[in-house]
């Protein structure tokens, strides 16, 4: 590679990440501002945080979505996981092709179509069964779980694909039934995926408005439909806070989970070589 | 020596207990339901059937009947009176009020026009990305991919809102372009298309970056080294050897951007002001404000049949790409 090229890949490199994060910047930056207005810098202060703490509706508005977001993930690590399976491991079954544009759909449909068609769908239900009593967390859930165990069948399906058979299918032959097989093979081994599945379910809920803004009922807000309607009015210092917690909060999580996945993935891949080796040394008797 | 096989199946280990646990549970249920294998597929598939595909049938029932005022807010388009067969009541006004007034053929086409725009810009933005970062080495590699995800995992809303600060009339970019004086008076850069376009591009580039990088890295250099001692340009190489080869990914990250920015409500409703129109702000005040629940409906359904097609292609280029995998 020539050094001017190398130079022109480096200059976008710079502009691109600049384009990025400057935004990022600028938001934490002005969290720090003393002043009303957030664009003009007066002098630091931290009084922004003390008044974003003090605030009660926010406060209980990340209670609820800190909730909904655990139950949302935990739900959709076990559908998906399920899905992922379904669809790397068990070949054709009957209906496989819808099943597929029902995992790739959530992945793209604008968010108002499933906002709209989901908060129908639980009237319609109510109107027919009784059920779901009143809307709020339960319902905002659902329709979470139901974007998010699409998004996890997807990692998990491809981290499965990328996976050799031949354990599990040993595993098997020595007489493992396929339940034992799966928790004691397969799960060690897509543990991984597993972690990333439900670290994004957990935020792609927590960072949904307008699902939650259909499906939500009187006295149930989310965090971001608090923030939107704040930022609706104009902009606040305090939410320049609340987002620098969220960034502050997102990178270490994604830096110490980035960090425990690389070093199981080396450990995984050095236990499958020792056991290849161990393999090799006592050739199989027949 | 101790593998991760024997750590997992030792009976008293964490995992072990887990597994059993598991075990007994999956048992019961196989009892239960007579196959385990069908049980696997079945629970996801129930799931998204029933919370993902039903409800577009519900809403192409409520398009077909009238806005009432009730609880729900809307008339039955089934009435069961006597016999057999429910009388039919549906009625056609809703899309006949739909192809009639300008407002709402002006927002779908507007949409189209700004997603495909905007998903040109991305793809201009995201490709040399994308290719720089499968040049670079690899451990370079690793931290500049997690920094194309990083943002993407920080709260969208709280990043299209960033831009509110930087171009509104005193924000940081106008005060910037005076005091380095570029302009003397501060530009209009919010409420209009142009930021609009900013935002969309800005919030989905990691998701039009992914898929090519993912494609890109995968290039075989023999081959762009081959068309070099060929003679070809680096120009023409990049034409000829690797765009076509990077097509799955320029499609995918297109269709990743285009699809979901043609029904975006957030971006054009925080930095497009009343001026820009677009179709998921239509059906959120059709809703919202006006409470007018059976043309929400007319509006989703004529919007997921614009979709149609390019979720149909996406759907079955990604399942082709996976198939290859597996």
Partial sequence: MTGRRSRLLLTILVFGFAFLYGPIVSLIVYSFNKSDVVSVWTGFSTKWYGELVRNEQILEAAWLSLQIGVITACIAVVGGTLGGMALARHGPFRGRTLFTGLVTGPLVMPDVIIGLSLLLMFVTLQEGTGWPEGRGMNTIVIAHATFCIAYVTVIVRSRLSGLDQSLEEAALDLGARPVKVFFTVTLPMIAPALLAGWLLSFTLSLDDLVIASFVSGPGASTLPMVIFSKVRLGVSPMINALATIIVALVTVAVIVTGYVMNRAEKRRQADVQSALREAGAEPAVR | ?326
């Fill in chain 2, 1 to 326: 020596m101790t593998t991760a096989l024997d750590r997992a199946a030792k009976p008293d280990g964490p995992a072990g207990r887990l597994a059993r646990a598991g075990g007994a549970a999956a048992r019961w249920l196989v009892r239960v339901t007579g196959r385990g294998r069908a049980l696997v597929v079945a629970v996801p598939y129930l799931w998204l059937f029933l919370f993902f595909f039903v409800p577009f049938l519900i809403v192409l029932k409520i398009s077909f009947s009238q806005m009432v005022i009730a609880q729900p807010p809307f008339t039955d388009v089934f009435v069961w009176a006597e016999g057999w067969l429910p009388e039919i009541k549906a009625t056609l006004a809703n899309y006949i009020w739909l192809f009639q007034d300008a407002l709402y053929w002006i927002a779908y086409l507007n949409s189209l026009k700004i997603a495909a725009i905007a998903t040109l810009l991305c793809l201009l933005v995201g490709y040399p990305m994308a290719y720089a970062i499968a040049r670079a080495g690899p451990t370079m590699r690793t931290l500049l991919l997690l920094m194309v995800i990083l943002p993407f995992w920080t709260s969208f809303l709280l990043r299209v809102y960033a831009w509110i600060g930087i171009l509104k009339q005193n924000g940081l970019l106008n005060n910037a372009l005076i005091w380095a004086g570029v302009i003397d008076e501060p530009l209009a850069m919010l409420h209009n298309h142009f930021a609009v376009y900013l935002g969309i591009v800005y919030s989905y580039l990691p998701f039009m970056i992914l898929p090519l990088y993912a494609n890109l890295e995968k290039l075989d250099a023999s081959l762009l080294e081959a068309s070099a001692d060929l003679g070809a340009r680096p120009w023409k190489t990049f034409l000829t050897v690797t765009l076509p080869l990077s097509w799955p990914g320029v499609f995918a990250g297109s269709m990743l951007v285009f699809i979901p920015a043609v029904g975006e409500f957030v971006i054009p409703e925080l930095l497009g002001g009343p001026d820009v129109l677009m179709i998921g702000k239509v059906l959120w005040n059709e809703f919202f404000s006006n409470r007018d629940w059976p043309v929400a409906s007319a509006v989703t359904i004529v919007l997921i049949l614009v979709l149609v097609i390019p979720l149909v292609a996406f759907q079955r280029q990604q399942d082709k790409a996976q198939q290859a995998l597996e």
